[in-house]
Structure formats: C-alpha cells, structure tokens
C-alpha cells in the first residue's frame, strides 16, 4: 500500500481551500471545476463500493486521528482542515466533518436500448435525488437530464441522492432531440389521457419521463411519447410530488417484470 | 359582502410584523403563537377551496393594487407591507408577496377505522409534504404523526403539502400507544420480511406506518405491525427515499381498491 501525502489547512485565505467552499456551496461549481464534492462517511462509502477512486479525502482536525485507520489511504491525497475551517467549507448545518474530493464522471451518451428514466426540467434537488434513487432500486441504469434539470453532480443532489449516483450512468444537459437515439418506448404521466398505471402493461425496457414541478412534461415530449399513463388518485385531483409520482411508475415497471418473470 | 379593514405597515420593528416574522421563518412557531403562516396564491387558493377562512390576508404593497380585486375580501383584515418587510419576513428565496394567517387548526385525536398513515419520526420537511400529498391523492383520510416528527404546519411542510393539508385530518404530537385506539391492520415496510408489495393482498382500511429516513419504523412500531410488506428492488438494495417508498405504498392500496372494485 502506498502512503497518502498529507497536507494540513489552517488558513480560509488558501486557494485550494477557496475552490473548494466554492464546489461545496454553489451547485453549478462542479463543472467549472471538473471536480465534484461529497461530503460524509455515508455517500464516500457508496463512492469507494461502487470503485470510484477520490483524489483527495478531507477530515476536520478533530476527526483525523480517529478517521485515518479507516479512512487514511482511500485518496493518494489527504488534507487536514482545522475544524472552523471545514465548518465553514460544509454547505451543512452540522458538518461531516469528512468528505472525498473526484473528478467529474465524464460526460457519456444515452446508451439505446438501456432502460431510461428523462428528467424534464425537474428542479428541486431533493426531487432529483429521490428519483436517482428510485432509478437505481427499481433497475433503470441512466438517468437523462435536460437542460434546465437540477445540477446532478451539485452538492444537494449527490447528497439527496445518497450513493445512487455511483450505481447509474448519468447524462445531463440533453436537448428533448437527443432521446431520438434512445430507440425506446417513451412513457410519460398524464392527467386526462391514456391507461391507468395499475391496469396498463408497460413494456420493457422503456423510458419513463419525469416533468418539471409546476409545468409537467413539454408539450414536444407529450407528444413524442408512445404510451400515457394515468395515475388512480381516488382521493381528489391533487396533484402527486414528483419524486413520488416517479417512484409510482419504477416500481410498477419492476413488479410488472417481477411478476411476469414468476418473481 | 362586509368590507374587510386595511392597515398599511412600514416598520420592521413593529411587533406584529416580528411575530410574523418567527411564523414565517421559525419551524415550531405554529405551536406558540396558535396560528399558521401560508405564504404564495396556490396555498392560499388551496386553503379558501376547502372552505378554510383565514384571520388576515398580507399582501407586499407593489401587488396590492392588482390583488385585491381578487383577494380583497378573502379575510376580515388586511394587512398591506413594504416590499422589503415582506421579503424580510418571508421565508423564501423569491417571496411570494401574498400569504394569509390562519388559526391554527384544532387538534384531533385519530379516528378509528379512518385509514391513515402513520409518520414514525420522519424528518425532511419535503418528504412529509410528499407524503401528505400521496396520502391525500389515494384516500387516506388522516396523517398521524408520533412526537419526533416534522412539525407539521410549519412554513417548510406547508409549502412541500402544496395543499394537501387541508384535505387531510392531521394529528401530531402522539405516542405509539396512541395509535391502539385506530383498530386497523398496520402496515411496516420491511427490508427482509413478509410479502412482496406487488404480491401482497392489502387490507382497506389500513394504516400504512412510514419511519424516520435513517433508522426506519421503531422496533416497538414493527413489532406491532399486522403485516409486513417488502417493496422490490431488482436493481440492488439502495433503500428509496421514504416519501418514495410510501407513495408507492398507498397507490398499492388504492390500485388494488380499484382492480376489486373494477376501475
């Protein structure tokens, strides 16, 4: 095993440490900087499972000495922060006090034929994380973002996200043209037209598209989808969140399969 | 139509204004002052739908013009604010500049054999919100939520129920021992026990228990359980977020109450 190099910070005027609070606090930071930000025991230990390698783990002082059998040679580089100093850096009410700094996952394509889930301008962080989630639980291996989606790789989603990110192939800033390649069924949610969810059969491997909060799906990927499904909400027409309206569809695809493969 | 009295504030020290203040901004302020601050047009319309009266309608002085055709007489008093008090007070990154006060509901006890569903210490206020919109949309009539849960009627919940809270009986504040009085089968997911959801044959009325997103349902909550229920994930054993987990949940207990009763 080799050793890691270890720096220790004390200072907030330090360059590094300046990027860094950047990346952790500003959700479009990431891909400035080509490096993503994740903070606590929970998603680095989702990261190092799936075999993503960190450049660089950082622990608050008070942490290091109890964090560096575990944790010590996980990135060919440590940096040592003094706590005030990683508290500071933390978009967290109470910091981790250990986070892993990588590279930004490169940029990929849709993959055809891979079951899909397409964000449509979903926008609450939150939102998004629930979905990749979902996504990874449910067997859909890429998760598509148009533009004007939530960052992915941005602080709050990675950490609403809690590790799914690590288990999917994620592709964002795509144009509604760029599911043409997909080559598959296209399934969105609609309140007035189409199947019900629990009576429709749902082909596999499909896309199901996810829209923004107030606005839905687009009109233009209304009208490319191939099947629109009704979700049953006999107690009134509120409209569902749509993580969970998400999570409602993944797992009716899955269950549909389970059942139809005798599971 | 009685015309509702109008009072224009421009201070931020007046002492209406820093109630309003802690109401808005203060997650367990509800408690104290005994009323509820609902901020933007779709809570409120939401509210006045349900034939909820609101205390006082606040509006920011440069929407006032355009708002009181509509939303003059909507409550007794009128409050009209400084834009800039208004932003002060909201909580929100792009205040709304309308919300109204109301008294705070009265408190309920659980009804029995109303199907419910039951929040064991959940703690994201967006995922309460989900939830109470998902039990809303598929026919559970009462959210209970056990003491350790997300206060129910503050600003941040509100917001995330987009309404829902009023189509609901809510309860908060409870204890596991509270809950004998529902005399309904209780539903906990489980990790490694019981049926599959998919496969399940669900009880109506039921109350569907959903837990805290790091520990889960208590262990006194799973022993009392009348069925467990695995919810199936193909794609490896990430575990949903609990707002996803219980909208697939309830949609289970009502697609299956619509495929029994033909629908």
Redesign the interface.
């Known amino acids: 095993m080799t050793s890691s190099s270890i720096t220790a910070i004390h200072s907030r005027d330090n360059a590094w440490v300046k990027d860094l609070r950047r990346l952790a606090q500003d959700n479009g930071a990431y891909r400035k900087q080509g490096r993503v930000w994740l903070e606590g025991d929970h998603l680095c230990r989702a990261a190092l499972e799936r075999g993503v390698q960190p450049a660089v783990a950082v622990f608050a002082e008070s942490l290091w000495p109890s964090a560096q059998v575990e944790w010590g040679q996980a990135a060919p580089k440590v940096v040592v922060l003094a706590d005030a100093l990683f508290a500071d850096i933390s978009g967290l009410e109470s910091p981790a006090k250990m986070g892993f700094v990588l590279g930004l996952p490169e940029g990929r394509s849709p993959q055809p034929g891979m079951a899909a889930v397409v964000l449509d301008r979903v926008q ?1 962080a ?2 998004v ?2 979905i990749l ?9 890429q998760v598509l973002a148009l533009k004007g989606s939530a960052a992915l790789w941005s602080p709050k989603v990675l950490r ?1 996200g ?3 990110h690590f ?1 999917l192939d994620l592709v964002e800033g795509l144009a509604p043209e760029d599911l043409a390649g997909l080559h598959l069924p296209t399934l969105v949610t609609s309140s007035h037209q189409g199947d ?4 429709a059969e749902l082909p596999w491997p499909c896309a199901w598209v996810m829209g923004h909060e107030g606005q839905g799906v687009s009109a233009v990927l209304q009208e490319r989808a191939s099947h629109h499904i009704r ?6 027409e ?4 749509v ?6 569809c993944l ?1 009716a695809s ?6 139809q493969t005798g ?1």
């Open positions: 609450d939150g939102n994380g629930s989630r979902s996504a990874s639980a449910f067997g859909f291996r609403a809690m590790g799914a288990a019900y969810l629990h009576r979700i049953a909400q006999p107690g009134g509120e409209s569902l969140n993580g969970a309206a998400a999570a409602i797992h899955a269950a549909q399969r389970a059942l599971r």
